[in-house]
C-alpha cells in the first residue's frame, strides 16, 4: 500500500519536515512506526514539494487497517508544530488461481471472482513452490493442473500445505491435488 502525506500552511508547502505513521490492522496487528519520505524516492514526487511517502508492506489480511501519523517541524514563521492524523484503508481478501497454461479458464474465472469483491492473482503451477502465499485466504487449483494422482511438484504441494490455506480443487487437477 503505497501511504502518501502532503505537508502545507495555507498555500505554501512545508517540506523538509518529519512524518512517522504506525498502522494497526485486524486482529490487533500493529506494524512498526514507518517514516515517510520527501525525498524523491519513494513514489513521493519531486524532492522537496512536501509530499511525503513510502509502501507499507505488511498487509497480509484482507480487512480494515488504521493510519496514525505524527507530522512534526519548523512553519513558515519559525515555530514548530506537531500534527496528529488518522486515517484508513481497506484490503480487500485476495485468492491465488493456480493454472497450467489454459489462460483462457484462469480469466474465466477471475472475472468471476472478482465480480464478487475478491483480487485474484494467477500463478503457474511450476512458480507455486517458490511463492509467497501470505497474502491469499484461498488457493484455487485450476482444472488443467493435474492428472489422476499426478500433480505439481512436492515443493508446490509443501508450499500449499505449509500455509495452512483454505484450497478448491477444481475438475481433474483438483482431484489430483488432493490424491
Not at 36 to 43: K, N, Q, S, T, V
Request: proline content about 4%.
Amino acid at each position: 500500500i503505497h501511504i502518501l502525506g502532503f505537508l502545507s500552511q495555507g498555500e505554501k508547502p512545508l517540506a523538509d519536515q518529519s512524518i512517522q505513521v504506525r498502522v494497526y490492522g485486524p486482529d490487533g496487528f500493529m506494524a512498526t512506526p514507518m517514516a515517510l519520505f520527501d525525498d524523491g524516492e519513494h513514489g513521493d514526487g519531486e524532492k522537496g514539494d512536501a509530499i511525503y511517502a513510502n509502501w507499507f508492506e505488511d498487509g497480509h489480511q484482507a480487512g480494515a487497517y488504521a493510519v496514525r501519523g505524527v507530522a512534526g517541524g519548523v512553519d513558515t514563521l519559525g515555530k514548530p508544530f506537531t500534527l496528529l492524523k488518522n486515517t484508513g484503508f481497506n484490503l480487500m481478501p485476495r485468492v491465488v488461481y493456480i493454472h497450467k497454461g489454459d489462460l483462457d479458464t484462469a480469466d474465466a474465472y477471475r472475472g468471476l471472482i472478482q465480480s464478487h469483491g475478491i483480487g485474484v492473482d494467477e500463478l503457474e503451477v511450476g512458480e507455486v513452490g517458490q511463492a509467497d502465499l501470505r497474502p491469499y485466504s484461498m488457493v484455487i487449483i485450476g482444472p488443467e493442473t493435474g492428472n489422476l494422482d499426478q500433480w505439481g511438484d512436492g515443493a508446490a504441494l509443501e508450499n500449499i500445505v505449509r500455509h495452512k490455506k483454505v484450497v478448491l480443487g477444481l475438475g481433474e487437477g483438483g482431484y489430483a491435488f488432493f490424491g
